[in-house]
């Protein structure tokens, strides 16, 4: 029973490329939330998906960060035009139902490094 | 904002009891409290989360008071392998979104 997966775990870019970041859920799973801690910090919320809808994207910075879940495949993090301040760990969960309060179960995360 | 307070950092020596404290003295009826910890370089792992019976699972117990203003987490038997940052989170059943604040740092001494 496969726990959330992400890929790639870590993410060498030079300033100005592009990022994307993958999440495959749990099995059984429908919904996926991003999270983005920067060094020596604590884990912020950026957005929660279900599958072809964005339900919250209240954390996500309003330029160059998008997020998709297609109805097939993988949720994507795409960061456009990376800057320096863009290296964290990037961090996806999954859980199975829309009730709030839901268990979100995480995965190992996506360290992004931007030179 | 996080809706808790816990000790930034706390010692426990290997084999005891890891008693990790948390306040939430603001905590609604409807709110639950969930406990995860984050090992270094890992994702945030599920730990336990309860209303206002105490719980217990394979990890850990956790003890919320009467009042439901604070709670404990216990590890019974801490091994090196506990080491890890651990957030104490107040969630209503309508939150979709977990907000972290800054956790314990549990440093397990052998």
New interface residues.
């Given amino acids: 029973n496969a726990g959330v997966m992400q890929n790639p775990r870590h993410l060498v870019r030079r300033r100005g490329q592009e990022a994307r970041l993958r999440c495959s859920p749990m099995k059984g799973h429908s919904h996926v939330y991003w999270y983005r801690q920067l060094p020596e910090e604590g884990l912020k919320f950026m957005v929660y998906l279900q599958k072809e809808n964005i339900i919250d994207e209240s954390g996500m910075p309003k330029e160059r960060f998008s997020a998709e879940f297609p109805k097939e495949g993988p949720s994507i993090l795409r960061i456009q035009q990376v800057v320096r301040g863009d290296s964290a760990a990037y961090f996806c969960a999954s859980s199975p139902t829309r009730q709030g309060g839901e268990t979100q179960y995480f995965g190992p995360g996506t360290r992004l490094l931007v030179l | 904002d996080a809706k808790t307070t816990q000790p930034p950092s706390m010692d426990c020596a290997e084999g005891r009891a890891a008693n990790l404290p948390c306040n939430h003295s603001t905590i609604s009826g409807n709110e ?1 409290v ?1 406990w995860y910890r ?1 090992i270094h ?6 730990i336990i ?1 309860g209303l206002k019976n105490n719980e217990t699972n394979e990890m850990a117990s956790l003890i919320i008071t009467e009042d439901r203003k604070s709670s404990t987490l216990i590890l019974p038997h801490a091994t090196l392998r506990d080491t890890a940052v651990y ?1 104490c989170i107040v ?13 314990t740092r549990l440093h397990i001494l052998p």
């Fill in positions: 639950y969930y984050q370089s890992q994702g945030p792992q599920y989360h957030y969630r209503t059943n309508r939150d979709d979104k977990i907000i972290f604040g800054k956790g």
